[in-house]
């Protein structure tokens, strides 16, 4: 195990009806001006809206709103956001939302104190030293971003999307109400299932040793998410699932703190983040194709734990079997879990060709080689990509 220092700042308030905490939430940051950052209007068919608003104001808070997050929220938004802050003088910046309002939320917070532009922090030219403070009520269990220091921005006129972390971008708290997942649809419940389990994989999938405790964490998630998932995709309302999804969302990303003293791996998520710059796809999408064919590029780098992975996970039985077929059993699982639920499995089935596979290969190792369990260069990426069309 490797040393670590573990620090997460962000207070969680989980459990129905947790919502109607909010106004007091605020109330005890002293915030006056709040940015209330949205997407596509969700919240307001489910009525949230509507609380989220009625608390605000009983508290006296002057309300500036950004609607209209996009999901792979865009960098324009962003500064429309930065610039709302600066001319009304805002004080708190409060997503209400899934991970893309989140992180567009983090970014603005980030933005607004910072004199350059805010894609600076993006392309790594420029540090995070100063942020907003954050607030965040969940409405998606998926990416971890309530309780993590990260977000993911697009710029789409030039189609790249990219990301950054920092301590300055926890959110002071987050509000996880598991009801109101309730009204998620099937294909973003699929979407954060895919999504969570990937955080849990690109962790456990670590060449570090002696790790017994953080490898537990992370396959009792995994079983978790695998077990809860189908239940609430079959019952969308089904209040224990999609409260134990929620909690394995954030556990799944939350500075690592299922991790600690463990170098993950990240590969897969970089290459996605290739495909998602250039096709609007779902991030999960992409995840679900390219993280079965990472694991054959790679399992014989480590077969331990891919065997591990296999029997612990899966309940793959090992009588009878070389470590070989165990691994790839093991990925076979994970390949049919994913298409059991209704995720992708080829980039042709998204309408993606070979076209655009050289320059995401390129694109994923701007910063250099990317990925730990196996450091991938352009020819790996552009080989997993190749596999997986
Ligand atoms: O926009 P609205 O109308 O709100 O609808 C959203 C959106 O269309 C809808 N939705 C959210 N909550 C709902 C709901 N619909 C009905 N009922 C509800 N309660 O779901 C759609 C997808 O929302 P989005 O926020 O895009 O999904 P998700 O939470 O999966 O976030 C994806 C984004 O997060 C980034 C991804 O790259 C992607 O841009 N990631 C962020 C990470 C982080 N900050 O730590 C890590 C992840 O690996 C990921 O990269
Ligand atoms: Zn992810």
Redesign the pocket.
């Known amino acids: 195990m490797n040393s670590f220092t573990f620090h997460n700042p962000t207070k969680i308030l989980f459990g129905a009806g947790m919502a109607d905490q909010l106004g007091q939430q605020v109330a005890e940051l002293g915030s006056q001006t709040v940015l209330l950052v949205?997407?596509?209007?969700?919240?307001k068919?489910?009525g949230?809206y509507d609380r989220v608003i009625k608390q605000l104001h009983q508290i006296g808070a002057r309300i500036v709103e950004l609607p209209g997050?996009?999901?792979?929220?865009r960098v324009s938004t962003v500064r429309r956001g930065i610039k709302l802050c600066r001319d009304e003088a805002v004080d708190l910046v409060l997503a209400v939302?899934?991970?893309?309002?989140?992180?567009a939320a983090?970014a603005v917070a980030v933005g607004v104190p910072y004199e350059g532009d805010v894609w600076d922090f993006l392309l790594r030219k420029a540090k995070i030293e100063a942020a907003l403070p954050i607030a965040t009520v969940l409405?998606?269990?998926?990416?971890?971003?309530e309780m993590?220091g990260?977000?993911?921005?697009?710029d789409w006129e030039q189609n790249l999307?990219k990301?950054f972390s920092s301590p300055y971008a926890f959110p002071k708290f987050s509000i996880l109400d598991p009801t109101?997942?309730?009204?998620?649809?099937a294909n973003?419940t699929v979407?954060?299932i895919v999504?969570m389990m990937?955080?849990v994989m690109e962790q456990y999938f670590s060449q570090t040793t002696d790790t017994p405790l953080q490898e537990r964490l992370c396959e009792s998630i995994l079983q978790t998410v695998i077990e809860n998932g189908e239940k609430a995709l079959q019952e969308p309302a089904h209040p224990e699932a999609r409260a134990n999804l929620m909690l394995c969302g954030t556990y799944a990303?939350n500075g690592g703190m299922i991790s600690v003293g463990m170098q993950g791996d990240w590969a897969t998520?970089a290459m996605?983040?290739e495909v998602?710059a250039i096709y609007d796809i779902?991030?999960?999408e992409g995840?679900s194709i390219i993280f079965p064919n990472w694991m054959k590029y790679v399992y014989r780098d480590r077969i331990d734990r891919f065997v591990q992975f296999a029997v612990r996970v899966w309940g793959i039985e090992p009588e009878g079997k070389s470590d070989e077929e165990i691994a790839l059993a093991g990925i076979q699982a994970t390949r049919e879990y994913f298409t059991r639920i209704g995720a992708p499995s080829r980039l042709s089935d998204l309408n993606i060709g070979e076209e655009s596979l050289p320059r995401m290969a390129e694109e994923a190792v701007r910063f250099g080689p990317i990925g730990y369990f196996r450091k991938l260069g352009a020819d790996d990426v552009l080989a997993i990509l190749r596999m997986s069309l």
């Open positions: 949205y997407g596509g209007g969700s919240i068919r489910t949230l997050v996009e999901p792979n929220p939302g899934g991970g893309s309002v989140i992180d983090k409405t998606l269990s998926a990416t971890g971003s993590n990260g977000a993911v921005i697009t999307k990301s109101l997942t309730y009204t998620v649809p973003q979407n954060g999504d990937s955080h990303l998520h996605e983040h998602s779902a991030h999960a995840l």
